[in-house]
């Protein structure tokens, strides 16, 4: 958040309407995705190069969700989650969202919507979007099943009016 550093009386700078982020990222899957659906934990980190923020120009990205998920879903898994945003200046913050999966032609998707709930840009409501390839069917059908992938995300800070 910027403020001005004149004289006394001065007016302070208006916080950013929005702020864009994108990234590449990997995600990881406890345990590795199978042919099968099964209670997996989903975790990413990932640097984020962010516009519109003013001195905020990246994010240190870390999230960690559980949801039943596998190669071949037989539905949209959804679950609540916490999602952690270290910026390079200001108070770091922590979002948080609900999150959706979904599998438009194979590829996967990840969509949360949350609020910041603390530290800078606290109100902001938060929109992240993952893309990532179809999983490996025959990598699913091992044992040990995929255990990551790589993708790009982009989240999107709003301030609300």
Same mark, same amino acid.
């Given at each position: 958040?910027?403020?001005?550093?004149?004289?006394?009386?001065?007016?302070?700078?208006?916080?950013?309407?929005?702020?864009?982020?994108?990234?590449?990222?990997?995600?990881?899957?406890?345990?590795?995705?199978?042919?099968?659906?099964?209670?997996?934990?989903?975790?990413?980190?990932?640097?984020?190069?962010? *516009?519109?923020? $003013?001195? +905020? @120009? /990246?994010?240190?990205? &870390?999230?960690?969700?559980?949801?039943?998920? !596998?190669?071949? =879903?037989?539905?949209?898994?959804?679950?609540?989650?916490?999602?952690?945003?270290?910026?390079?200046?200001?108070?770091?913050?922590?979002?948080?969202?609900?999150?959706?999966?979904?599998?438009?032609?194979?590829?996967?998707?990840? *969509?949360?919507? $949350?609020? +910041? @709930? /603390?530290?800078?840009? &606290?109100?902001?409501?938060?929109?992240?979007? !993952?893309?990532? =390839?179809?999983?490996?069917?025959?990598?699913?059908?091992?044992?040990?099943?995929?255990?990551?992938?790589?993708?790009?995300?982009?989240?999107?800070?709003?301030?609300?009016?």
């Amino acid at each position: 958040m910027a403020t001005s550093t004149t004289s006394a009386g001065a007016d302070q700078a208006a916080d950013p309407l929005l702020i864009n982020c994108t990234a590449s990222a990997t995600q990881y899957y406890t345990p590795g995705l199978t042919l099968l659906e099964k209670p997996t934990n989903i975790t990413a980190s990932a640097t984020y190069s962010c *516009t519109g923020g $003013g001195s +905020v @120009t /990246s994010a240190e990205l &870390s999230f960690d969700y559980t949801v039943n998920a !596998g190669c071949l =879903p037989t539905a949209s898994p959804v679950t609540t989650g916490i999602t952690r945003l270290d910026w390079n200046n200001g108070p770091d913050s922590e979002i948080t969202s609900t999150f959706v999966i979904t599998r438009p032609v194979g590829q996967t998707v990840g *969509t949360t919507i $949350g609020t +910041v @709930t /603390s530290g800078q840009f &606290s109100g902001y409501i938060a929109n992240q979007t !993952g893309v990532y =390839p179809a999983p490996d069917l025959l990598a699913c059908a091992t044992p040990g099943g995929v255990t990551s992938s790589q993708g790009t995300l982009v989240l999107t800070l709003t301030q609300p009016f």
